[in-house]
């Protein structure tokens, strides 16, 4: 028994000379997987996943946690239940914050499928109330976008979701392009990212001149980003930039 | 002459030790874990049918990794709690330790067999979530190439850029040899705990909660490193808990690498060297308290 | 073991050598202790066959357990060959048969044998032969294949004994070796038992039935309570010096008349009549009841 109870001092002993290590390895890891919200333990998370999903969460189950969660939050989408959708994912993006998916995938229910539903919604006769509801569904899809940004700064889809949401729900083209150009500066970017932040651009008042620029050297670029819309925004911006003729770009391609 | 051979340590005879202990274990029918794992992914592809492949592969790599971590704990858990009391129980421990072998090799052996055994069930498991990736990786490419062959070039790389990036990566086996250091050093701390305990089912219990400890314990040990306020007893038990319990948090490293976090070869490496270190010292107070114990 | 023969005189002479030997077992939870071998002291001489006898919980297989090592003596100590029991080069040359043994039953015996034979570093063509001697030896070559688990008591026993001879020990320690086995399979083990005696090797074996193992015994010590009660060689330990006892054949109830009468006419007194018995049997049950009274007179 005594044996025992030396072990047990060994092992405290031992961990007396380990802590700092550990704790620095701790800090360490934190930091390399993205920071602040990373902490599972706040009680943020606590409230959100309920005590036994806390345990859970914090005993290596974290994300079969989440994506049971996230398949039930699927499953509510089939029903349209969109209260339930909205709870769900909200779990799912506080246990894996650093999944980009799940922030997709929340924002694009809240701003597309769930905003629609709503202005759609047969129970409610007065429209002003039907578009209020559809612009709270926009803010959701935003705000879940934004935090997803927040947690993965690099990650080029979440930028381009966010970039989307602007041009397709709040019809802001100077948002728009700029998040389309984070998105293409950021590694594993869509080639076409550049290129739909200078569209955006091109929409913008006042800014015509930047946006004629991008176009411009795009198409001087390479042939494969001699698109139509391409063309045609160039040729709109040259229009309205009244760029002189020998600078223009030729009527007819090919 | 051979009284030195006798007295040295012996590599063979541990190896003896330990690849009878793997047969002893995989006699006790542990690879039906392997069959759950088996059932599980092919249960989960099925039930993926209705995700798009994004979240079918995000799925699939959680499930599979995370159930790799709990099995592979589970094992080293059950499989170690009942060799040694096991060997005391039928007195075969008699018979091996009335030969010329010190009870360290003969705890080694025990150890090495565990840990072999682990080994291999994880390379199964991995191998076989491999495949199954793999194979859902080929048939997303395949369906996309055809759907997709009068679509712009530059969409159709996007599209397949899309599905390498959720698909197989190889960070992932980096990953796999966390959840393995993770597995050794439950093993050889419930191989301690097993020196001591009085029944099997004693060993298991504590290990279980060892494991959930295990998980808070950064949360404890920051707590008490950083928060000043708290009273003496409850800062007493949070030092018991950093000090004593292992951090098992700091061997989730898969969750971040499944969500494409790139972590640092410097950070890998102190995690690997942490999980060595912590199954050492477990290793040696198992040796220690069964130099005293009577047989 | 080279240097044996260079240390000095008796110590060397001992295979086994048990000195003031006393083992105390705590009760977990209540302030008692059993004290189940009280200073003991023994010489097993090498070379001969000594019987360690006594009823269940004598304190047998815990002093052979102190011998090999298994666990610590209290007080006291322990030797085998001259070198201390708590180190591991002490069970170099020795082969231990526990009580009831119990080996890994997934193995057939022939692995069972090439396990054991590992841990002792008997290796390669060597391990081979002595495979199949020792299996030759203990009659089980036709069961090599076969799993423990489908084995018999006596088969059990035997292929213990065989993993005890496999590292070629000097000394071999038998925990019960007849216990539970049927008579012919006993006989088997005695003969087994004869056989390595003739081979020069020590024997320290343990019984609590003494029939069994009178005839291959050289010296016995009779165990009660942990005390040991009587020893020494056979033939002295049934010879009680003012005693003795006349065996006839075929003789006419005239002739005892004689006998008796001759017997009272002197200063003999004749005490008992008796058909003859297992004489070791009586001595043993006369030692052990004498403890036991004595136990009963301390309370
Ligand atoms: N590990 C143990 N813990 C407590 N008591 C024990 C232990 N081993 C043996 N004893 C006690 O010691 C006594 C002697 O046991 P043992 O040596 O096994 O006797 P034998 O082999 O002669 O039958 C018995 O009373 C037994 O109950
Ligand atoms: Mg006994």
Partial sequence: MSRVLFAFAMLLAFGVMKLPAEHALSLQHRSASGGQSDDIANLDLREKIGQLGFVAALSGFRAMLADFLFIQAHAAWERTEWGRVLFLFRQVTTLQPHVPLFWDMAAWHMAWNASAAAMNDPSQPRLALRVKAQREYFALGKDFLERGVKNNPDKPQLHEALARLYRDKYNDHARASEYFAKASALPGAASYDKRFSAYELSYCEGREREAYECLHGLYAKSEKERLPTLIKRLKFLEEKLNVPPEQRIPDKER | MSERLHRGFSPARIFAISINTLIELTRQKVFYVLLLFALLLIGCSVFMARFTFQQEFQILKDISLGAMSIFSALLAIVGTARLIPQDIDDRTVYTILAKPIPRFEYLLGKLFGVLLLLAISIALMSALFVVVLYVRERTVLNETLRQMSRAPGEQLDAAVNAIRAAGLNIDILTGVAVIYLKACLLAALTLFVSTFATTNIFTVVVMVFVYFIGHLQATAREYWLEEQSAGWVARTFLAIVALIFPDLQAFNLVDEIVAGVAIPLVLLAKTALLGIFYTAIYTLAATFVFYGKEL | ?299
Avoid: W
């Fill in chain 3, 1 to 299: 073991m080279n240097d044996l023969p260079r240390r000095s005189g008796a110590e060397a002479g001992a295979a086994v050598a048990v000195e003031g030997l006393s083992k105390v077992f705590p009760v977990p939870f209540r302030r008692k202790s059993i004290t189940a071998v009280r200073d003991l002291n023994l010489r097993v001489e090498a070379g001969e066959v000594y019987g360690l006898l006594g009823p269940n919980g004598s304190g047998k297989s815990t002093t052979l357990k102190i011998i090999l090592g298994l666990a610590a003596p209290t007080r006291g100590r322990t030797k085998i060959f001259g070198r201390d029991s708590s180190l591991v080069e002490s069970r170099q040359a020795v082969g231990f048969l526990p009580e009831n043994p119990y080996f890994y039953k997934f193995l057939t015996g022939e692995e069972t044998l090439r396990f054991f034979g590992k841990l002792c570093r008997v290796n390669g063509s060597r391990l081979k032969s002595r495979v199949r001697e020792l299996l030759e030896l203990v009659g089980l070559t036709n069961a090599r294949d076969q799993r423990l688990s489908t084995y018999s008591k006596g088969m059990l026993q035997r292929i213990g004994l065989a993993q005890a001879l496999i590292n070629e020990p000097k000394l071999v320690v038998l925990d019960e070796p007849t216990a539970g086995v049927d008579p012919a399979g006993s006989r088997d083990i005695r003969n087994l038992i004869v056989d390595l005696k003739q081979r020069g090797i020590t024997v320290l074996l343990s019984s609590h039935l003494l029939t069994q193992v009178q005839e291959i015994c050289d010296r016995v010590g009779i165990l009660a309570r942990g005390v040991l009660v009587r020893e020494g060689h056979l033939e002295e330990l049934i010879a009680i010096e003012n005693r003795c006892e006349l065996v006839l054949e075929n003789a006419s109830e005239a002739l005892v008349k004689e006998i008796e009468k001759l017997a009272t006419n002197s200063n003999a007194r004749l005490i008992d009549r008796r058909k003859s018995t297992t004489t070791l049997e009586r001595l043993f049950l006369e030692a052990t009841q004498e403890s036991e009274s004595s136990a009963k007179h301390a309370k």
